[in-house]
């Protein structure tokens, strides 16, 4: 059995006051019994957070990192740091660090090896975009970045990668596939986990949907036999929205 995991993606938003005040309503308002929740905020405010959401049942992410231990790389953080502060997940290879910050297969794959090796928890993001879509390309060009991602990694640490599939034309458009639509692609990509592993591995490894999620797709989305739970960014953003959505 899978656990659905329902993870926020902040993005570059939220002040220390603003995240505290989210993280009390959290304190107050539990998630539905055996649904795993996260919130993935901004570097600087892990160490806090982690402290606010300590006795809850939220978990705590970055959403990026370096895929060196340390050295000469400003303004970078590695792995060890974000598990330092008490996190445990990190996004790797979103479409925005991938569109705006020049990331590439290659150095997604560097990152989860490390992430892996440090005890965190990849959450390792694919997305076709509108125009792959339309030449009917999506299921190679997830393919290409699943396997790409998960390069020279082992069956007994495939199953601890949380894979992400995140329609580009679908992030914070208001445009969310239909949740026939995503679980199709969502089962192409377990199918591509067993031909690279195992029907095993397949079985065990949890896969996300994202894209322009909210509190009235989530249910539809979450009742298909392939998604395992959603990463939400804009509607991640109120407590009570993120809050609404880990009680689907
Ligand atoms: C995201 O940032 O991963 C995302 C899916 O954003 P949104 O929910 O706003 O589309």
Redesign the pocket.
Known sequence: MRTPLIAG?W?MNKTLDEALAFARYLGEHAPKNGVETLICAPAPLLYSLADALAGTRVALGAQNMHHEAQGAFTGEISAAMIKDTGATYV?LG???RRQLFGETDASVNRKTICALKEGLTPIL?CGESLEEREADRTTEVIKAQVISGLHGIAEADVTKVVI?Y?PIW?????K?ASSADANEVCAAIRGIISDLYSDKAAESLRILY?????TDTVKGLMAEADIDG???????LAAESFHSLTTF
């Open positions: 993606n993005k996004i979103h479409s925005e993001c992400a995140e679908a992030i914070g458009t208001g969310t994202g894209g322009s999620v909210n959603a990463l939400v960014g804009g509607a991640s």
